[in-house]
């Protein structure tokens, strides 16, 4: 059973950074894309990004030229790199592992909790 485990989330001021780790229990495969969701109270799951092996990324509107994604395959890390935090992104950051072709999947981490104060 792959676990994503997450880390790096905290309390921070608006305009303050943040960096959040997923790191995968087994290996991140060429075809897995990597992806960042978070929810705020009261509110559905959001993409927030996502990467291919390929480094092509996708990111929310809400977050592009404050957010960075990035992946170390050989390390089985996802990173999330947040700069420019507003309050509006507090919400519970959670790390994703999906596969779209055969043999489909889709893991999630546990969450860690973001804050940013006005």
């Known amino acids: 059973q792959v676990q994503l485990v997450e880390s790096g989330g905290g309390l921070v001021q608006a305009g303050g950074s943040l960096r959040l780790s997923c790191a995968a229990s087994?290996?991140?495969?060429?075809?897995?894309?990597m992806g960042w969701y978070r929810q705020a109270p009261g509110k559905q799951r959001e993409l927030v990004a996502a990467?291919?092996?390929?480094?092509?990324?996708n990111y929310a509107d809400s977050v592009k030229g404050r957010f960075t994604i990035s992946r170390d395959d050989a390390k089985n890390t996802v990173y999330l790199q947040m700069n420019s935090l507003k309050p509006e992104d507090t919400a519970v950051y959670y790390c994703?592992?999906?596969?779209?072709?055969?043999?489909?999947?889709?893991?999630w981490g546990q969450g860690t909790q973001v804050t940013v104060s006005s």
């Open positions: 087994g290996r991140i495969f060429s075809l897995d894309v």
């Open positions: 994703n592992k999906e596969r779209k072709s055969y043999p489909k999947y889709n893991y």
């Open positions: 990467i291919t092996s390929g480094g092509s990324t």
